[in-house]
């Protein structure tokens, strides 16, 4: 019981770090997927046949996305600059050497190479960007919920008291978002003619969202797991909300345009902010110590938090359907990173006004403030992804290699020298094959819940308060192993763990 209450006591009471450092440590995991990219095509400009082994893709994954991700949430994470510069210099080094190597444009001038670059057709079937959100959403996540019962994790990066912005916050927020983004709304994917049967199927669809979330109680309670009720509260999870957010925003959307989805984003978020404002609400939540009144009172952060969520889903399925429109040229390209570019120094300076004059972020309520900080940090992560994406494309144009994993398919380019295609078969079937980002992506939900149960597995074995900076970081590379490996499994035998 004293140890229960230790580890509780470990992840409550924070106050979060900067905004500059979440999205800073942001830069890593698109920085990440660009060194193994690169890597990748120097391996085929030096000889090597493509693709790697089996095992081989699944080492250069895990060293060069995961282990690097570990590091700086934990041991590396005071030094996150030099990460990043680290990081910058490192793939600067790799894509001179891959333009020195190059097998296409090599007697062109390098403006006659971007002008060709510009003109390039994209395969627009996958963006890549936003399996990479969605899969790092999952693998931070994964991370954090251990990470944060050891030492070596910063507490700054935990999920805040009251106010404050920590990694975990964004993480909570994000996994809403990235839920958004490829949803049926965002995809523009035929509804149901009758609203009542579209309805209906929105509430069968969650039930293992909702049986998750009534395992994860059971659990917790029988072997007496400590739990941080101020989180969402004692009876309720994550899982539930997930739940929740998913059927009102898909029932919402069922009613009106989903093109017009930023719209009742705002009109929701505005309303909870002005009820937070103007009742009791937010001192009901964030100060009332009876929890023994209802169901109401013993969980009202869960509860009166889906407001915010269901916002946040809302935007998100704008941004979605922004993201999924038929772009094929890298122009077009270019042109929606700056357009989202704008859009995330637009929600920045709106949240530094909401902060100034109405109140800091809290994802205890889901305020304003939060709704906003997870939406333009979002578009940051999305717009680094979009970046990192684009300089891979050049790089694999110029070294005539397409066996780069999740990352955009060349279908066509001309020149008056040149002439490369790329067969997207060739490339969809690499990325069956090979990819930890694609096994990820094939089983998110699976993974997620892998996690959860690998973390509590974890914490029920080894007394994680009291380990050292070693031990930890050995504890944390093994468990992300194990969940990496058994989803990379799990996909070279094209095995989808999906039962609804």
Known sequence: MMDKQLKEDFVSNLNGTSLVEIALGSLLAPLCVVSRGLVIILCFLGGQALPLSKKAHFLVDFMLIVIPLVMSCTVLSDMLLMVILSFLVINLSLFLQVYNKRRSFVQDRSLHILKVFLGGNLDSKVIPSVTA?????????????????????????????????????????????????????????????????????????????????????????????????????????????????????????????????????????????????????????????????????????????????????????????????????????????????????????????????????????????????????????LCCLICMDLILVFAKLISRCSHVPCSWTVRSITSRKNSISSSSSDKTTLDKERCLIQSINRNQLFYFLLSNVMTGLTNLTIDTLHQGALVSICVLVVYMFVNCFTLYVLHLQEVSVKFW
């Open 133 to 381: 959100f969605r899969v790092f959403v999952n693998i931070k996540t994964a991370i954090s919920i251990l990470a944060v019962d050891f030492a070596v994790f910063p507490r700054r990066y935990a999920k805040t008291e009251s106010y404050g912005t920590g990694v975990m916050d964004f993480g909570v927020g994000a996994f809403v978002l990235a839920n958004s983004l490829v949803s049926p709304e965002s995809r523009q994917n035929n509804i149901s003619k009758s609203k009542l049967c579209h309805v209906t199927k929105q509430l069968l669809s969650v039930w293992p969202l909702v049986a998750l979330g009534m395992g994860r109680i059971i659990s917790l309670k029988f072997v007496d797991y400590h739990e941080h009720v101020s989180e969402y509260g004692v009876h309720w999870n994550f899982f539930f909300t997930l739940a929740i957010v998913r059927v009102v925003a898909s029932s919402l959307l069922t009613f009106v345009p989903a093109r017009k989805s930023w719209i009742f984003a705002c009109i929701i978020g505005v309303f909870y902010q002005t009820i937070l404002e103007t009742t009791g609400l937010k001192s009901y939540i964030l100060q009332g110590s009876d929890r023994e009144e209802g169901f109401i009172s013993a969980n009202r952060e869960g509860l009166f938090s889906i407001f915010g969520y269901i916002t946040i889903y809302l935007a998100g399925v704008q941004i979605g359907l922004y993201i999924m429109e038929e772009r094929k040229q890298v122009k077009d390209w270019i042109k929606t990173f700056f357009c989202l570019s704008l859009g995330c120094v637009g929600l920045f300076s709106i949240l530094f006004i909401c902060q100034r004059f109405i109140e800091p972020v809290s994802r205890r309520t889901a305020n304003l403030p939060f709704c906003i900080w997870i939406l333009a940090q979002s578009l940051f992560f």
